[in-house]
């Protein structure tokens, strides 16, 4: 499942508006539209801001499926994974870090 879908399932949930969304956030209705139908990618400098009006932990923007996390540690800038969220993350044991909580967190779904 992509950011967008979740935003679309939470803000629902919550009975939000997609214009309450874009005002909170200071951008065009029309964009945060484009971002819950998946036409752009959500602006990740965003994510934590969006996590928080919606009163949720920024990993329940990104649930999905197993297999829709791929953790891909590779020095080549050109392998880039066409799915949600891409890190360039240079400290190998960051990397590290980060891959074992995300292992953790599609386990427990």
Request: charge should be neutral; charged fraction near 30%; aromatic fraction near 6%.
């Amino acid at each position: 499942m992509k950011v967008g879908s979740n935003l679309r399932i939470i803000r629902d949930k919550q009975n939000i508006t997609q214009q309450e969304m874009a005002d909170f956030l200071g951008i065009d209705c029309r964009t945060y539209k484009r971002w819950e139908n998946g036409e752009t990618k959500v602006d990740c400098e965003l994510i934590p801001k969006i996590a928080e009006f919606l009163h949720v932990e920024i990993c329940d923007l990104f649930k999905g499926k197993p297999s829709d996390v791929v953790v891909n540690q590779n020095e080549n800038k050109e392998c880039l994974i066409n799915a949600g969220v891409f890190l360039l993350i240079n400290d190998k044991e960051a990397v590290n870090n980060i891959a074992d909580v995300i292992k953790k967190i599609v386990k427990k779904q």
